[in-house]
């Protein structure tokens, strides 16, 4: 992968059609308000994977920069 970085973040909010949610269930869009330590560097057309760092290490989302 070109560029690829990884970084651990902390969801601070999770929003499903506009209104602030708990969980997302499989299949589900929403929106990932994200907080890290540091600065990560993306272009608009990038897409984010995001991993559950447990014992399988399980794909457990993807997602790009929304405007």
Known sequence: ???LQ????????????????EQ??????????????HEIAYRQQDRFIITNLDAKQRFTGYGFVKE
């Open 24 to 37: 997302v269930n499989a299949s589900q869009q929403c929106i990932l308000h994200l907080s890290g330590s």
């Open 1 to 3: 992968f070109t560029g």
């Open 6 to 21: 990884s970084s651990p973040m902390r969801i601070e909010k999770i929003e499903i059609d506009g209104k602030e949610a």
